[in-house]
């Protein structure tokens, strides 16, 4: 059987940038980037926190608010931008509606395994019920704590996802409540359903293995029949499975009636579908067996008429939605989640916000058209997507002002929510600031902003920036700061924002100022790696009241620049900074510590000897082409891995700390040392002959150079190899070295 949501699980996630993710710290984008997430409505953002930004203006769902998990802190995280694991909290294995096909004894179905207390405790409550009708769910061959629903991956809703311990539970409760059946045949009928929990396909002979033996009784033929009818849906024989569920139509027993028809239409669901997914999981909609799919519907309205409050009514009706999506009834299907959204965790349904959210970017957001919705908040999650889109779409058009302009008297419930839309194109699409301004409010609000009125606020910034006017900016976004403290996320964008409009306007050292509002960590210490010049960090490295992480960021970034930019004699002086005692563990990023700068330079595997980083730095300073004194530095860079160190490469433009840095120099490429020492006819032996060696492996094995940015071609390394091996044949480096790649 193809799964189910494996298609839309792989659709969801391209929409959100869910292929691996890098940190990001920036405000203005204008392109999809489902890994750094931003509390305003973004284009940029994931059409899920868009929508849960709007939901929380409803007083639906507030945005968690929570600190950065340990996780996110080391991947770079701050509170913004933000992953977008963030909205969802723990993760709990909450019922996910439609997003699995359904139920089959009575549970709803997770489309997440359970958290193990919950998967423990199922299991645990499975096997003390089987005790009880005397059965041992080992020896009738079951693994309940890891049965068939659990082997799928996350997200895959296999319709053997309801084949779990929870449902097996459910079932062998009926049959303690049915005090008619003789022992025997409840034991029977017990052993048989544990067993279905070991798989969801079987052979002839294992069907007949699991199948109940030994029973005669009226009742206990029909939860006989019923067991028969699971085992041919989970085993994708549908039409057998629908001949076992309509038989028991008529039974008296009212559980075994109900789920027997739920489970006739969730048949008649899956025998529509079953074509319609390729090996991939990717929908092939156009492969639906329509007459089935109606079939399948019609008994739906069935059940749902009959138990319009019953065990599975949420599930039925989350099921009417797939058979909406499968239809392509976009129109429908927007209509549904729009009243859905309105009223989440809301019976028969209950399904989590969460939840709901990600059902309906699956099913909705990822592929209905603009025109196809008319809910306000679900369209303005489509046009925000549709500016994130430069080139012409399917119909050879692009998304033009018009197309917005027409869709305003959908918004009439929501003024205010159209007009930002209308400057958010104006800024994203156009690049105009000016009309962007004009849709905007002038004045700052005169209580806490929801998310809108915060992404209108935010955008007016923008703008002011996007016209040069950094002080205007600036103001507003000190005038927001004590404004936004019931809003989770919002004061730590302000942060943002403030920071990059000080560096974008040259005032970085604002961000340090006794009296600056920056205090995200993250913020102040991404600056000091990247812009600050010598200066700021020395004030930052010894400022009074300054976190520890701090001043030893700044001081680890001085004497490192200080060393690889040509500033011997600063470094000479600055070690003075270094704290006497030196911190133990690693106190700054990349798992490097303050005391990278007392290296002794001792002997090291390739038998060049150097002394300590002080002493080479001072032979530098007396002479900047000492052959030694580059030799030895290049070794400091060696052994302490900093070849391409995170210190040498700036962030990329857009972001924070991707203006040109304030510290002056050149960085230091350990090849540009070999090669001029190699080039320096009066350099030892040892030293020409050993920066030879260096030279050559900056280029093993792979044939690209990790030393540095430089291209050597082949021919240059064989000439080098072969100055090696014939002018310093007898040195320990001509032996050892067998190639030049």
């Known amino acids: 059987m193809v799964l189910l949501l494996s298609g839309l699980g792989i659709q969801a996630a391209q929409a959100s940038g869910d292929f691996g993710c ?24 994931d059409s899920r926190v868009n929508l849960r930004l ?17 996780f996110d802190e080391q991947m770079g995280y701050g509170l913004v931008p933000f992953s977008i694991d963030r909205l969802s909290g723990p993760q709990d294995g909450s019922p996910t509606g439609d997003s699995a ?18 998967a423990d405790a199922a299991a645990a409550a499975l096997a003390d019920l089987a005790k009880q009708i005397g059965v041992t769910p080992e020896a009738a061959g079951t693994a309940t704590a890891d049965t068939a629903a659990n082997l799928f991956a996350s997200g895959e809703g296999s319709r053997c996802a309801s084949n779990d311990d929870a449902t097996a539970r459910t079932f062998l409760e009926q049959l303690v409540a049915s005090t008619e059946l003789p022992d025997a045949e409840r034991k029977a009928l017990a052993r048989s359903r544990l067993a279905l929990l070991g798989a969801c396909t079987w052979d002839p002979a294992q069907q007949a293995a699991i199948a109940p033996q030994g029973v005669q009784s009226p009742l206990g033929k029909q939860f006989a029949d019923y067991l028969q009818g699971a085992m041919a849906f989970y085993a994708g024989d549908f039409p057998a499975a629908t001949r ?68 599975y009514a949420g599930s039925a009706q989350g099921l009417l939605r797939r058979v909406a999506w499968l239809r392509g009834d976009r129109t429908k299907l927007a209509a549904e989640y729009a009243s859905l959204l309105a009223r989440p965790n809301t019976p028969p349904q209950s399904l989590p916000l969460d939840a709901l959210v990600q059902e309906a ?92 009125e915060f992404s209108r606020q935010t955008l007016r910034g923008f703008a002011l920036e996007a016209k040069g006017d950094w002080v205007g900016a600036q103001d507003l976004w ?47 210490q991404i600056l000091l790696r990247n812009l600050a010049g010598p200066a700021l960090l020395r004030q930052q490295a010894k400022a009074a009241g300054a976190p520890e992480t701090e001043q030893d960021t700044a001081l680890f970034t001085l004497l490192y620049k200080d060393l690889l930019r040509g500033h011997y004699r600063d470094f000479g002086s600055d070690l003075a900074l270094l704290p006497d005692p030196l911190p133990e563990k690693p106190s700054v990023p990349w798992d490097q510590s303050l005391s990278l700068f007392h290296w002794d330079g001792k002997t090291a595997e390739s038998d060049y000897t150097c002394p300590s980083i002080r002493d080479i730095a001072a032979t530098l300073q007396r002479n900047a082409g000492s052959p030694e004194g580059l030799n030895c530095l290049g070794e400091f860079i060696l052994r302490n891995g900093l070849d391409s160190y995170a210190l040498d490469h700036q962030p990329d433009a857009q972001d924070l700390g991707g203006t040109a840095t304030e510290f002056p120099g050149k960085v230091y490429s350990r090849l540009d040392g070999y090669m001029q020492v190699i080039g320096d006819s009066k350099a030892g032996r040892n030293d020409r002959a050993y920066a030879l060696y ?37 040195t320990s480096w001509a032996k050892t070295l067998k190639y030049y790649w």
Request: with cysteine; proline share 9%.
């Open 22 to 45: 890098s940190l990001s710290w920036s405000l203005k984008r204008d392109q999809l980037d489902g890994c750094n997430s931003l509390p305003f409505l973004s284009p940029a953002n």
């Open 244 to 311: 076992a569920f309509t038989g028991l139509a008529g039974s008296g027993r009212a559980w075994l009636k109900e789920t027997a028809g739920y489970m006739a239409a969730r048949t008649l669901l899956n025998q529509a579908q079953a074509n319609s997914f390729d090996d991939m999981g990717y929908p092939k909609l156009e492969n639906v067996d329509q007459p089935t799919l109606d079939a399948a519907e019609k008994a739906f309205d069935q059940y749902l008429q009959a138990y319009p409050s019953g065990l």
């Open 361 to 452: 970017d699956n099913k909705l957001l990822t592929q209905v058209a603009p025109a196809d919705v008319t809910d306000p908040h679900l369209l303005a999650v489509l046009d925000l997507m549709q500016m994130r889109h430069r080139d012409p779409g399917a119909d050879g058009t692009a998304f033009a002002l018009a197309d917005l302009q027409a869709q305003k008297p959908r918004f009439i419930s929501d003024p205010a929510l159209y007009a930002y839309l209308v400057s958010a194109f104006h800024f994203y699409v156009e690049a105009d600031p000016d009309k962007t301004l004009q849709g905007l409010p002038d004045a700052l609000p005169t209580s806490a902003p929801d998310y809108l």
């Open 54 to 70: 709007l939901l929380a203006d409803q007083g639906l769902e507030p945005l968690p608010d929570q600190p950065v998990s340990q």
């Open 101 to 118: 096909d359904g139920t089959t004894d009575g549970t709803t179905v997770v489309e997440t395994p359970a958290a193990p207390s919950a």
């Open 478 to 524: 000190l005038k927001l700061m004590p404004l936004v403290q019931q809003q989770p996320l919002q004061r730590a964008q302000l942060d943002l924002a403030l920071a990059m409009n000080y560096e974008r306007s040259g005032r970085l050292a604002a961000v340090f100022a006794p009296d600056s509002p920056i205090q995200t960590p993250q913020i102040r």
């Open 694 to 730: 260096r030279a050559i492996n900056c280029f093993a094995p792979s044939q690209s150079n990790g030393c540095g940015p430089q291209d050597i071609p082949t021919a240059q390394r064989k000439q080098w190899f072969q100055t090696l091996k014939s002018r310093y044949p007898n």
